[in-house]
């Protein structure tokens, strides 16, 4: 058996990272971290600015190599060799960038597809539809493909991106401050959609917010960095009983009280 594949790659979880180490020159941005996400959870990643999450999620993404350690995704070795394995595992995930990251020069429609394009040998027909498709399953009307990014709102740029980044049908979501620069009631509608996708897709779901309403609302666990590596993950309900200094300010600084109350208030209204 090949050692870039685990003895069950179906079984294997979402996402590991195993003694990774990054270092730019003398600067270390990690040291020694950990991390395994579960098939199925919204896993969250915080950490202070300058704490080395975006460094992280490009090197899961492997836009960076790390200086030592280890990055597995669903069971395949992030880096494996050979450059089919490596789009193969490319082809399973998506990732909506920051922003939504949009080619300015091509249609909401020339946008959704471009993944399509770039792994598969669809006819142009057959990725336009499919395109309209995932329009219409992040929630934009079929107008919307003929748009250009100009014309969007900052909430549709975000929505066109996650029809993006779900173009291939991936099995793990990477998702980069993506309520970022949204007004309360958008954010909302946002998280709400990722939980349906996620319900709905069977997808496992990874991402770096500073929104903490979105860390009360959909997360089944958080993961903290601090101290160059993941100093705690699991469930908001246990980090706020944490005694790490950091942790104890995020969430229970005036903004971490009132997502709180806003949760539980929720979670009253449900039942």
Known sequence: MSADLAPDASSAPA???IGLQTR???HVVHD???LSVRRGEVLGLVGASGSGKSVLFNTILGLLNPTAGDVRLLGERAGADGEARREAVKSRIGVLFQGGALFSALSVRDNVAAPLREHTGLSSAMMARLADAKIALVGLEAYAGDLFPADLSGGMRKRVGLARA???DPELLFLDEPTAGLD???AAAFDNLILELKAALDLTVVMITHDLDSLYA???RVAVIAEKHIVACAPVAEL???NHPWIQAYF???RGRAAERAATSALKGAR
């Open 184 to 186: 309360p009631i958008s």
């Open 24 to 26: 730019f020159g003398t």
């Open 240 to 242: 706020e009983t944490s």
């Open 32 to 34: 020694n971290l950990n």
């Open 218 to 220: 959909i997360t089944d």
């Open 15 to 17: 996402l590991e990272v």
């Open 252 to 254: 229970h600084g005036p």
């Open 166 to 168: 779900l173009a291939l």
